[in-house]
């Protein structure tokens, strides 16, 4: 089993920059990928980024490119969702999520991160 855990979320004007990260542990070695999803109120949850666990694939909704960065330290386990430009629609619970091939589900969850962008 890998448990996650996500941090670095908060309060941001519109505008802003803030970096989540999401540590793992556990068995992390049956880690395919990881990505990052959101939801927001009244909304589906949608894939922001992922990134495969050896850090040679990332891929972003469109609405992110240019603006978010995923990225991964291999000696901590952590992947990084550094996040710039924030808009108001970015508003939402982040989560991130690992699946173990490249067919799977994400089947391991964080608790999730509050992010807010006023404006």
């Known amino acids: 089993q890998v448990q996650l855990v996500e941090s670095g979320g908060g309060l941001v004007q519109a505008g802003g920059s803030l970096r989540l990260s999401c540590a793992a542990s556990?068995?992390?070695?049956?880690?395919?990928?990881m990505g990052w999803f959101r939801q927001a109120p009244g909304k589906e949850r949608e894939l922001v980024a992922s990134?495969?666990?050896?850090?040679?694939?990332?891929i972003y909704t469109n609405s992110v490119k240019g603006r978010f960065t995923i990225s991964k330290e291999n000696v901590k386990n952590t992947v990084y969702l550094q996040m710039n430009s924030l808009l108001p629609d970015d508003t939402a619970v982040y989560y991130c999520a690992t699946r173990g091939s490249i067919s799977g589900a994400y089947d391991n969850w964080g608790q999730g991160t509050q992010v807010t962008v006023s404006s």
């Open positions: 556990g068995r992390t070695s049956s880690i395919y990928r």
């Open positions: 990134i495969t666990w050896n850090g040679g694939s990332t």
